[in-house]
């Protein structure tokens, strides 16, 4: 066992001894749009592949380019009479959704002419952002393919770019259509349009320049080497091509758009809808052949362009290690290799590995990184998991609101037939081969409430929100008898993900179950339903005891590999910025058992489940302010998944393989430590955000330009902390958002070392009555809330924000006046007692509730202190007005000559 300082000696080692600039090696990213398949292209070979034709694309589970590569295909670049036909380069890079390669120049050093250098970006038509434009991008048949040249010598240079695609490998045809195709040459593009019947889909390549003047052509390759130009004798090619003139110290970008349209229908009536199975493709809502979609495309290139560039740089650009930066960006690969988009909506994710379609207990973990950018893809989902969900209409009645687990009825090998979805509202069916019955899993429930409450933080959409609510509100009551039947407010005898050995472990659905309560109740606030808030708060309070009570044991993560599904609800919780679900010595004490049980695993330090083990632990450790060790455990993933045999990154395994195309779905889940580390969190519903990051050792109190993800646009966190005095530190703020973004609430973490501290937003104090601020004593975790009196615009200019337990200077021409020694002693109201107070002078005192956010409720004291010092009075349970007020959480705020201060304080009223 290792301790602190060994702990973190390893960290700092491990990152100085492989940090990387760029993950190479990995035969290129699966290019393509959400649902749609894909083409990927390995810049060392110089070569193109396809994904099958059977969604999801990654399910043939087999490396492209073994079945599926081109028979002739790369690109052919010319310039000043010399070419390369398939050009190839070792300089190339994975950054999904962004692929890149720098060629070997086609000249010597000693040249004076001709130096044009060439580089490729390759990318999926992925622009974050939840607008219809992006979503139907995102969706489309689309692969993109930039070269630049630049042209670096004295002169100008005949320069030509040409892309080739023949459309078959050396077994099938590839993406649908003819093996080469129809060329079309006109004065602004060139294209080969690959035709086909509709049974067997078509496929599209488009060219077009942005040179002055560029001569385009199509057809074969034969003539290019000599003069940079294509033919054809019949009409028919595999190649298009733009040539221009480059003039000195210009460059040129030459833009390919591969676009595909494939049928997806079965001969069989699988699930008794009396027709047979058709699901089809998303995209077919938009275009009717590749053509339509590769003009959309390349309609948007720039733009697409642009947007991928700008997420992949951004999300580099910020001071976490190069190799931390890399995992998160290439683990977003099942957007391509798992997603499944019907044409009628139905959207769903390939577990990977099994033949398994949906499965919320996995997918549900990766799904922030699609909420925060496209969320329309879950709503989608989530409309499909609420209409399959159990009715209790001609079943058991007990069974209304059950979610399944899957919607393919997955065999324990793929058929043809089992990668169909079964239709909307179709409940009555069984699940996957290994649980055909899964209505004992409390976890596929939970599941369904965190994604409706992920979606109402990112989004704010009380209208769609509404619509969802009730049926998610029976899949939450249907929890609660999970719980009853079990004779506990917790569902101490039902199954989960990690019952795969056949019995039950109540650990991780207790602690997951513990959050949904939570987020019920937050749900049921936003929609209006005070009654149905006030149960599950009442429930969670209950149930939380008795987690402690009965299941921090002995056995707590301390009895098997998978142990990190005991810590696994305080993970989620903390994402979600919700309240410590445990008390800090359970935490503590299961973090350090987890520890012990990892640091002496010979077989893998990783677990059965290294995206579980990632996620449940490692999040674990960055709440409880321990980022040290998720990043230590983080580094071995990245080192075995990622580095160790690059050609896997877009194939990672549940299991502990690095050599196997399974394409597990959870691997996004990476971003909740993101979420984490930064401390960040949006409550568009309510307009709260959350800064509170817990900075690993090695970027020594620092975060520097760290994107922060959201549906109507991205923001960017800088953050700095630093000593004040023994064991307190200031915090530094600045937050912008790239769209306006209104804020009522903002929640800083507690690391002042006061009660009581100094805070100033965009220079102004509480003081100026601007805002008020509380703080909030979480266990573990400690919190500054500042509510403001208007709501707080962000955008692109930002906010900053510092909080210290000394003294912040608002303006250096003035003095800051010393702040008296008035404070709040009690920590919550109760009817008969005394509230308790102190004071550093004499005078009127003010004792006043507010909401939380702000709004004034009632006066409860108003009276002329005569000496400093602790005073305290008797609340009768009413206010100067007489009116009662319920137990709650409020703000309770004194006033004196010297000031005010507030603090969060539990009201127990009648």
């Known amino acids: 066992m290792f301790n602190n300082a060994e702990r973190i000696f390893f960290f700092i080692i491990g990152i100085m001894c492989a940090e990387v600039l760029s993950l190479s090696e990995t035969g290129g990213i699966p290019t393509g749009g959400m649902g749609t398949g894909y083409v990927k292209y390995n810049a060392r070979s110089g070569e193109f592949a396809v994904s099958g034709k059977i969604p999801p694309a990654a399910s043939d589970m087999e490396n492209e380019f073994s079945q599926k590569k081109s028979i002739s295909s790369g690109f052919h670049l010319f310039a000043g009479g010399k070419s390369v036909i398939k050009a190839r380069t070792n300089d190339e890079s994975a950054h999904f959704p962004l692929y890149t390669a720098r060629y070997t120049p086609l000249y010597t050093a000693s040249d004076e ?3 044009v250098n060439f580089s490729l970006k390759a990318f999926c038509p992925f622009i974050p952002g939840d607008n219809p434009l992006y979503y139907q991008l995102a969706t489309s048949p689309l692969a993109f393919f930039e070269i630049t040249a630049e042209n670096s010598s004295n002169a100008a240079v005949d320069v030509a770019v040409a892309m080739e695609f023949t459309n078959r490998s050396a077994l099938q045809n590839l993406l649908g259509g003819a093996d080469t195709g129809t060329i079309i040459i006109q004065d602004t593009c060139s294209a080969v349009s690959y035709s086909g019947n509709t049974l067997d889909g078509n496929a599209y390549l488009l060219m077009k320049c942005d040179g002055n003047s560029p001569v385009y052509s199509a057809g074969f390759k034969d003539s290019f080497a000599i003069s940079g130009d294509l033919a054809s004798s019949t009409g028919y090619g595999n190649c298009v091509s733009a040539k221009c003139i480059i003039p000195p110290g210009e460059s040129v970008r030459f833009k390919f758009t591969l676009a595909w349209w494939r049928l997806f229908v079965s001969d069989t009536d699988r699930y008794g809808t009396g027709v047979n199975d058709s699901d089809n493709y998303y995209y077919h809502n938009f275009y009717t052949t590749s053509g339509d979609a590769a003009h959309f ?48 909506g139905r959207t769903a994710f390939w577990e990977g590995q099994y033949p398994v379609i949906g499965s919320i207990d996995q997918a549900q973990h990766a799904s922030l990184w699609f909420t925060f ?8 989902e989530l409309q499909y998991w609420s209409r399959t969900a159990h009715t209790g209409i001609n079943e058991d009645t007990t069974l209304k609101g ?89 569902p101490l005898n039902t199954r989960s993900t990690y019952d795969s050995d056949n019995f039950i472990l109540p650990q991780y ?32 309070t209950a149930a939380r005891s008795e987690f402690r009570t009965v299941l921090f044991n002995t056995e707590f993560c301390n009895r098997r590999s998978n142990a990190e599904g005991d810590i696994a609800g305080y993970s989620w919780g903390n994402f979600f910025s919700l309240e ?55 580094k071995l993933d990245y080192d075995y998944h990622h580095d160790s045999n690059r050609s896997y990154v877009f194939w990672q395994s549940l299991w502990n393989s690095n050599k196997t195309h399974d394409s597990y779905v959870t691997a996004p889940s990476a971003w909740r430590s993101y979420f984490q580390m ?38 960017m966190l800088n953050y700095q902390e630093t000593p004040s005095t023994p064991g307190s530190f200031t915090q530094s703020i600045r937050v912008m958002f790239d769209s306006l973004v209104a804020v009522n609430e903002l929640v800083l973490k507690n690391n002042t070392g006061s009660d009581t501290p100094f805070i100033k937003v965009n220079n102004l104090t509480p003081e100026t009555g601007s805002f008020t601020v509380t703080t909030q004593d979480w266990g573990i975790e400690k919190n500054i809330r500042i509510a403001f009196a208007t709501p707080l615009s962000i955008d692109k200019n930002g906010i900053s924000v510092q909080a210290s337990s000394q003294p912040i200077s608002v303006n250096p021409s003035r003095p800051i006046k010393a702040r008296s020694r008035l404070s709040i002693l009690s920590g919550s109201l109760n009817i008969g007692k005394p509230i308790r107070f102190s004071t550093g002078s004499a005078g009127t005192i003010t004792v006043e509730l507010l909401s939380l956010n702000g709004a004034k409720l009632a006066t409860l004291y108003k009276q002329n202190v ?39 304080v539990i009201v127990n009223g009648h």
């Open 113 to 115: 002419i001709n130096k």
């Open 297 to 344: 495309g390349e309609q948007y290139f720039n733009l697409v362009r642009d947007g991928v560039t700008t997420m992949v740089n951004r999300t580099m650009g910020s001071n976490f290690p190069e190799w931390y930066k890399e995992r998160l960006l290439n683990n977003l690969y099942p957007m391509v290799n798992n997603a499944i988009c019907a044409k009628d």
């Open 373 to 380: 950018n496209w969320p329309k893809n879950q709503w989608h």
């Open 402 to 490: 059950q979610i399944h687990h899957d919607f393919n009825q997955g065999p324990e090998k793929f058929t043809f037939d089992a990668h169909f979805m079964c239709p909307w509202d179709n409940y009555l069916r069984n699940d996957y081969w290994y649980c055909p019955n899964s209505t004992t899993w409390s976890d596929l429930n939970v599941m369904a409430i965190f994604k409706l409450y992920e979606l109402m933080l990112a989004t704010g959409d009380r209208d769609s929100l509404l619509v969802y609510y009730p049926k998610i509100l029976l899949t939450a009551e249907r929890l609660l008898l999970q719980c009853t039947q079990s004779q506990s407010r917790l």
């Open 509 to 540: 659905v207790s602690g997951i179950s513990l959050v949904a309560f939570l987020a019920m109740e937050e749900l049921a606030k936003f929609s209006g339903d005070t009654l149905t808030a006030q149960k599950f708060r009442e429930w969670y």
């Open 580 to 634: 410590s679900i445990m008390d800090a010595d359970v935490i503590n004490t299961g973090c350090q058992r987890l520890w012990n049980v990892y640091a002496v695993e010979t077989r893998n330090k990783l677990g059965s489940w290294h995206f579980y083990t990632c996620d449940h632990w490692g999040g674990a450790e960055i709440a409880r302010g321990a980022p040290d060790t998720a990043m230590s455990l983080f």
């Open 678 to 715: 930064t401390g960040y969190m949006i409550d568009n519903a309510n307009n709260r955000l959350w800064i509170r990051p817990k900075v690993p050792s090695s970027m020594e109190g620092k975060i520097t330009n760290a994107p922060l993800p959201n549906p109507g646009g991205w923001g």
């Open 866 to 904: 005569l000496e400093a010092g602790n005073h305290s009075f008797i609340w009768n349970g009413a206010t100067r007005g007489t009116r009662g007020l319920t137990t709650q959480i409020m703000i309770l705020r004194i006033s004196s000559p010297d000031g005010c201060v507030s603090r969060q």
